[in-house]
């Protein structure tokens, strides 16, 4: 097992790389899907030397396979926002914990914590998806924020117009987390 605080804390190229590779060899050992995937596009643990050489699995694959590397029970699982309901890739999560923390450690290392932001999120199509992965970060983000101003929209455009005016006149800074035709309505509004 890879330990993912050394993960989580990663600082330099030669880390990354390192573990790009340790965690290459991990999938290879415990995935079957991938093994197999690798398998048929020769690569395996003896001929990858880099991350840059490391397969990705096609998209299609989530859809059609359980993609997983452990037998402990899937805790969470995401379903895709594709275009039709039938047959959407999924996302099996045994660990939500590690799972928030890589997604918090990244935000923070780019932007701070979110309790500097106002987090606002015009996301309509994702929220009618109670399981999708962007909604599930954007509200762990909301309540890191521990802000009352934080919140979702779901299409009163007004009030959001409003509330982003009030916003700028603040002292906090903002972040609006939106799909692009949903911020296109906005700009009309």
Known sequence: MIDSNKILNISSSQEFEKYSIKIFNYQFEKNIIYREFCRLT????????????????????????????SNQPIKKTFYSSGSTKNNLSK?????????????????????????????????PTYLENKNSSLIYMVNKLI??????????????????????????????????????YALLNLIDF
Request: glycine share 4%; with cysteine; charged share 25%.
């Open 91 to 123: 996302h099996h999560i045994i660990d939500l914990k590690l799972y928030e923390d890589c997604f918090l450690k990244i935000f923070v290392n780019f932007y701070g914590s979110p309790s500097q932001y106002n987090i606002i999120a015009l996301l």
């Open 143 to 180: 309540e890191k924020s521990e802000n009352k101003h934080s919140e979702f929209y779901l299409d009163n455009y007004k009030k959001l117009k409003e509330k982003l005016l009030y916003l700028e006149e603040g002292d906090k800074k903002t972040i609006l987390f939106g799909v692009s």
């Open 42 to 69: 020769g690569k395996n643990p003896s001929n990858i030397r880099s991350s840059f050489e490391i397969p990705f699995l096609p998209i299609q694959f989530f859809k059609t396979h359980k993609i997983i590397s």
